[in-house]
Every structure is written in structure tokens, then in C-alpha cells.
Nanobody
């Protein structure tokens, strides 16, 4: 069974930082690209960042480029999202995401709230 468990969310002031983690199981983590997506209240899902299997290619939405960094530890089956210089518009539930044989899998999400 594929499982993705996100953690690390919380409430932070504008300009602050958070580091999200996603622990994966039930599939060969090191053989699959991973992504983070987010969903703000009342809005549809927004792709945030992606990383290839080896971790040497990373991709970012324009809205987070230069502020967020995705990384992975294949030995620990974990993908991370370091978020710096957070803005109120980053407030959302953040999910890690993988596509396996055409099926999409999400975790339960972790809430990030940026507010003064």
C-alpha cells in the first residue's frame, strides 16, 4: 500500500521559514520523481515543486522560485521542502505527490499558515 505522510507544517510569521517532510512507503521511492503541491482555501491544487529520482534536477513554480528548496533522501525514503521568506499567500495545505503507473497518490497534507 502506497503511503505518503507529510509533517512539519505550522503557523509562522511572514518572512519565516518551515521545513516540510514527506515519508514514503509502499513503492520504490528511489525510482520515482516526487512533487509537492498545495491547496489554499477556496482554490484548486497548485503544483509547487518537483524533484527527479536522483535529486539532481529540481523544478519550481514561479511563485516559490528562489524561496523554496526541494530535496530528497533516498536512503530514508523522504522528500523535503525547505520554505524560506514565507508570505501570507503561501498559506495552504501542502501535499507530497507521486504518480505510479498512471495513478496519483497524495498524503493527508500538512497545514502551513503564514500570518502576523
Amino acid at each position: 500500500e502506497v503511503q505518503l505522510v507529510e509533517s512539519g507544517g505550522g503557523m509562522v510569521q511572514p518572512g519565516g521559514s518551515l521545513r516540510l517532510s514527506c515519508a514514503a512507503s509502499g513503492f520504490t521511492f528511489s525510482s520515482n520523481s516526487m512533487s509537492w503541491v498545495r491547496q489554499a482555501p477556496g482554490k484548486g491544487p497548485e503544483w509547487v515543486s518537483g524533484i527527479n529520482t536522483g535529486g539532481d534536477s529540481t523544478y519550481y513554480a514561479d511563485s516559490v522560485l528562489g524561496r523554496f528548496t526541494i530535496s530528497r533522501d533516498n536512503a530514508k525514503n523522504t522528500v523535503f521542502l525547505q520554505m524560506n521568506s514565507l508570505k501570507p499567500e503561501d498559506t495552504a495545505v501542502y501535499y507530497c505527490y507521486v504518480v505510479l503507473r498512471g495513478a496519483r497518490y497524495w498524503g493527508q497534507g500538512t497545514q502551513v499558515t503564514v500570518s502576523s
